[in-house]
């Protein structure tokens, strides 16, 4: 339980810092938002459980904990996207499609 | 070793974020910082939960997620015009 813990928890800081990079390298909101949000959830879903596993008096609340932060954290990514899609940032030069562009013109988003 | 290892990969995500909010050229990085920054803290309060054996930082660190989701979602529906 040990071990299954310290590896959970290695997981979880190294995918804070990748999702980190990733919004520190990213060219673009859109892909900062990509790269952000998912790493982080994933990051802090396996260290927090990891937490629970070392110290089995903590699991039920890191659960709790975790079931909020899958829950909330796609919801908080996709507002952010859509506010910034409808409020005009542009994309990235290099991108190859915008599928919303049309509902942008008719108001419709 | 693998906790001081954990804390210095947290330390640098909190480094990262903290330039993108800081540098960032429109209002919606700052805000998608700010998440990602709750986000850190949350898993940073329950890593010092453990490191102190104190239950009550994980109340803390639940009460932070949540009010870091309002916060986030109530700021960039303002943004959109729709609030």
């Known amino acids: ?18 999702g980190s990079l990733g919004i520190f390298r990213m060219p673009d909101v859109y892909n ?13 879903m396996s260290l927090i459980l990891g937490v629970g596993f070392l110290n089995t008096g903590f699991l039920v609340k890191s659960i709790v904990i975790v079931l909020f932060i899958v829950l ?4 908080s990514s996709s507002t952010i996207a859509r506010a910034s899609h409808k409020s005009g940032v ?10 919303c562009k049309d509902n942008v013109k008719k108001g419709e988003v | 070793m693998i906790l001081t290892l954990s804390f210095v990969l ?3 995500a909190v480094l990262f974020s903290l330039i993108r909010l800081f540098k960032g ?7 998608l910082a700010a998440d990602t920054l709750a986000v850190i803290t949350t898993a940073l309060l329950v890593l010092m939960s453990l490191l102190f054996s104190r239950v009550i930082y994980m109340d803390v660190a639940l009460v932070y997620v949540v009010l870091g989701f309002v916060g986030v979602v109530v700021v ?3 943004l959109e015009g729709g609030l």
């Open chain 1, 32 to 44: 900062r938002l990509q790269a952000g949000t998912k790493a982080t959830t994933m990051g802090a």
């Open chain 1, 1 to 18: 339980m040990t071990i299954l813990g310290d590896i959970f928890i290695l997981i979880g800081s190294l995918f804070l810092f990748l």
């Open chain 1, 72 to 75: 909330t954290n796609p919801i």
């Open chain 1, 90 to 99: 542009p994309l990235v030069k290099k991108s190859v499609v915008d599928v």
């Open chain 2, 10 to 12: 947290i330390g640098l």
């Open chain 2, 25 to 31: 050229p429109t209002v919606f990085d700052r805000i």
């Open chain 2, 76 to 78: 960039a529906r303002y």
